[in-house]
């Protein structure tokens, strides 16, 4: 999938605000249900897990899986936060 420059400066602004929150139960059933509710609602959702939780190799698995679970694409990564993208 092509991700327009505009999505990708769009996921980089620091205004854009966090949605979803990864928790001490980890990725959950309704965590992904929120996730697909939020990408049909728009096409960016920029989510944060609680430090500590993942290690960084476990944290890149993480976002793939969400991004697979949700039909999305992760378009930026740093840390604890990563933005999906879905059409």
Do not use: H
């Not at 609680?50 to 944290?59: A, I, V």
């Amino acid at each position: 999938m092509s991700i327009p420059d505009k999505i990708r400066q769009d996921a980089k602004d620091r205004d854009l605000r966090v949605t979803v929150r990864i928790g001490k139960d980890g990725v959950t059933d309704n965590l992904i249900s929120e996730m697909e509710q939020q990408l049909k609602a728009r096409n960016l959702v920029k989510v944060k897990m609680n430090r500590g939780l993942f290690d960084r190799q476990q944290r890149l698995e993480v976002w793939d899986a969400i991004a697979e679970a949700c039909s999305a694409v992760v378009v930026d990564s740093r840390g604890n936060v990563a933005v999906f993208y879905r059409t």
